[in-house]
């Protein structure tokens, strides 16, 4: 059979396989994102102002409290020597407290509470132990053991000016301040659970309506017994915290003696 004509043309016209693109498309490219302007900058330049603030602050106090503690040496030797030539008395109706005429120092001017609490301390509870007193207007946190509060309420009552004060340290009563002159600032005093009576002098006194700055000092004076683990007082820094008090027992003391001792003196022979 001879090959057909249209063979060759058949062969021509086979249209060729078709072939299909199945590739994911081409995402179209995203368009540029306009840029947010950020106004959160400003608030952390802000922040970090008030932070060099403080902190330039606190350590501008910390510096002042520092060197003011130096020249407190020199005041306190004169306080001692001061004391040891005073002449102590008695009140007339003295319940128990004791009083002093001290000669005229220029670096010891005090007020009449100040030298009656110095006075009381010095010959009722030291038996006159210039050491110890030293320690305890340094700042020294005191317990009185065994006094049933005796201290707690002779420095609660010995003026009209003192007023209740919360602070960082126990006690089952109220604790009560007692305003100082410019010698020794503030006591604190209180009663522990076992109702024995603590006090200690203040190196400043918290009271932030009218006095701020030694409010801020007081919190400076807080932080720094916190991480040093001294007290900070009027005349200097005590390793005596609450922690570490210092022990006084109150059958040891002049004032326990008179209490117990009828017609005692009122004041110790030596």
Avoid: C
Wanted: no cysteine.
């Amino acid at each position: 059979m001879a090959p057909s004509p249209n063979a060759g043309q058949d062969r021509r016209d086979v249209v060729a396989p078709l072939t299909v693109d199945v590739s994911p498309a081409q995402e179209a490219a995203p368009k540029p994102r306009r840029r947010r302007r950020h106004h959160h900058h400003h608030g952390s330049l802000k922040l970090l102002f008030y932070l060099l603030s403080t902190i330039v602050v606190a350590s501008a106090l910390i510096l002042f409290s520092a060197l003011q503690r130096m020249t407190l040496e020199s005041t306190l030797y004169s306080l001692m020597n001061t004391m040891l030539t005073a002449e102590y008395y008695a009140p007339t109706d003295d319940g128990g407290l004791i009083d002093m005429t001290m000669a005229p120092a220029r670096e010891v001017a005090t007020i009449d509470v100040e030298r009656i609490i110095l006075a009381t301390l010095y010959t009722q509870l030291l038996n006159k132990h210039s050491k110890v007193l030293m320690e305890i207007v340094k700042g020294a946190h005191v317990i009185v053991e065994n006094d049933h509060g005796t201290y707690y309420e002779l420095f609660r009552n010995i003026t009209a000016t003192t007023y209740t004060r919360i602070s960082s340290h126990a006690s089952i009563v109220s604790q009560y301040a007692v305003p100082q002159g410019p010698l020794l600032e503030t006591l604190l005093t209180g009663v522990t659970a076992e109702k024995h009576s603590w006090f200690q002098f203040e190196g400043a006194n918290w009271d932030p309506i009218d006095r701020p700055i030694d409010s801020i000092l007081h919190v400076l004076n807080y932080l720094e017994y916190k991480v040093r683990g001294v007290q900070i007082g009027p005349l200097g820094t005590s390793l005596h915290t609450d922690r570490n008090p210092l022990r006084i027992r109150f059958e040891d003391t002049y004032h326990y003696h008179r209490l117990v001792t009828p017609g005692a003196a009122p004041l110790p022979h030596h």
